[in-house]
């Protein structure tokens, strides 16, 4: 077909689908068609946390030139030419975590390496592994096949040693694959109040990695710390970008090249369960560093390693299960977006010392063979940035790109990244896109299933958290930690109660009629961690026996417009009679505008309440 015959079958084809919307929209408004605006799709439109506006669809009229291919300036489509695609991205696990015994975490890194694992993360620290034993933790690794990343926090310099030690004294059969990362993250430890190195050490350490004949890599810029407290994905970058420019200025003042400095850092993203904003946001990151190396003078050097990690902040706590499904479409994304490593983190890991009957080894093989299920069973390695073309994700791809450096050109304009950081202006902008996700979680315009939508009241309390935990702020400003605490409340009046807070349903009418609200209330009350009792269609003169089987001090009443208007007053009116304390109602109270007294509910539950404050008021009314 002609171009221009294709451009006018795309052209009819978009009013087509417009006027189709339009219908949908005006039925679903109950207003007339012309009431709408002229180009009523924009009603479908979503804005993200970074001001990103999604549209409802994308076609021919977004198309974007083709880029170019992998392991070219930008970098949007890869850092590396030459991935192998039977291999596809490396799979990361994390060793050493609160393990010190040299022997047993290298039998963990040599059971992952024979069961799928080809990049190694090694925790070394106080309640880490020693810096001192990691030639033992990796005896028998042959380094030049199985990248190392190090984490060390302010034992950084003494691991970064303990390494060299190593390479010095191993015959590595192919030096020059040899991969090291050292994990130095000063900058970015400053923003989480994580222990790290001196700048200047990281800054030395640098030098020494710069002269090695095997690749080393002395400096992380962990954009999960700004992710964690709650960063929008253009926000995470953009620090994350900033940071990267302080370390440039930092070691090309000591002596390096530029083209030696950018050698030297390598990027960590958290990966969510959104999974075209993660496949976006790792093209994405590479455009914005790839720009930095240009303007540089070494635009060749841009292509910085990207280590994906999945994001800690959506795990939940309740109904941990479902965070493999979670970590599952953030593998995806992170793979498919072109990351070099990933690492899924446990399914377990917001509960401290993990799920209740759950092996961290069963939690550790789940989380490595959700990698190895994407890669070995859906190929997905297979291509190099098969999201390439996509108008959706070409588009995102440049929204998030344009978002983040004016996010980091807003940090240069404070000073710079320490200077930002100082001032308080970094954490303000990432503290204000956190309220606004709490806010929407709290509203449930965001689902969280199993914590504030289909939660499962049935589940065994967790275990109390230590003393020691006790009353400090959290390190992780997980999405679903207010209801959460809603659900600690409900399990500690549990254990002195022998039972869980109480609401009694009121249904009016038949099943159909209050079927849908008391469906919708049962779910919200029971995401704070309330119990509810339905006994089914009640009527005024029912009303009292059912208060008094269920010993119920809150109820709900449920039905439809109709049956409020004939019977919610009376209702109302004969559960404050049978003792009832508080009365709401399942819908809106635009139909009680005229009622006064008691006839008229307390409070009413709609779609649009903040969830978290009326359950928190329900349970200190229940004595929870």
Sequence with gaps: MPIASQEDASRTAYAAWQKAVAGVLAKSRRVDVADLPEDPERLLETTTYDGVTISPLYGPRDEHPENALPGVFPFIRGRDAARDVNAGWKVSARFGVGESDAAKVNQSILDGLNNGVSALWLRVGESDLPAASIAEAVDGVLLDLAPLVVDAGNATEAAAHAV??????????????????????????????????????????????????????????????????????????????????????????????????????????????????????????????????????????????????????????????????????????????????????????????????????????????????????????????????????????????????????????????????????????????????????????????????????????????????????????????????????????????????????VPLGSVAEHNVRTTFAANLLASGGIESQNPGPLTESSIAEAVRTAGARIAVVCGTDKRYTDEASSAVSALRAAGVERVLLAGPEKLFTDITGQGRPDDFLTAKVDAIAVLSDLLTNLGA
């Design 164 to 505: 060299f030690e190593l390479l010095d004294r191993t015959a590595a059969e192919n030096t020059e694959a040899v991969d090291i990362r050292l994990g130095g993250a000063t900058l970015t430890s400053q923003f989480s109040g994580a222990p790290a190195p001196e700048l200047t050490t990281l800054v030395d350490l640098a030098a020494q990695s710069s002269a090695r004949a095997e690749t080393v890599r002395a400096i992380t810029v962990d954009g999960t710390v700004f992710h964690n407290a709650g960063a929008g994905d253009a926000q995470e970058l953009g620090a994350a970008v900033a940071a990267g420019l302080e370390y440039l200025r930092a070691l090309t003042s000591s002596g390096l090249s530029i083209g030696d400095a950018l050698g030297q850092l390598e990027f960590r993203f958290a990966a969510t369960d959104d999974q075209f904003q993660t496949i976006a946001k790792f093209r994405a990151a590479r455009v914005l560093w790839s720009r930095v190396a240009q303007v540089s003078g070494a635009p060749d050097a841009g292509g910085a390693p990207q280590h994906a990690v999945t994001s800690e902040a959506m795990m939940s706590q309740r109904d941990p299960w479902v965070n493999m499904l979670r970590t599952t479409l953030a593998a995806f994304g992170a793979g498919i977006g072109g990351a070099d490593a990933i690492t899924v983190l446990p399914f377990d890991v917001a509960l401290e010392g993990g799920a209740a009957g759950v092996s961290k080894t069963f939690a550790a093989r789940i989380a490595r063979n959700t990698q190895l299920l994407l890669l070995e069973e859906s190929h997905l390695g297979r291509v190099l940035d098969p999201g390439a073309g996509s108008w959706y994700i070409e588009q995102l791809t440049d929204d998030i790109a344009e978002k983040a450096w004016a996010f980091t050109q807003k940090i240069e304009a404070d000073g710079g990244y320490r200077a930002a950081l100082e001032s308080g202006t970094l954490a303000s902008s990432i503290a204000e896109t956190k309220a606004a996700r709490d806010s929407d979680v709290a509203h449930r315009r965001t689902p969280l299933t199993g914590v504030n939508e289909f939660p499962n009241l049935a589940e065994a309390p967790l275990a109390p958290v230590g003393p020691e935990q006790a009353g400090t702020a959290p390190r992780v400003a997980r999405y679903g930690a207010a209801f959460e605490a809603l659900r600690d409340r409900s399990d500690a009046y549990l254990a002195e109660h022998d039972a869980r807070p109480l609401a009694l349903l």
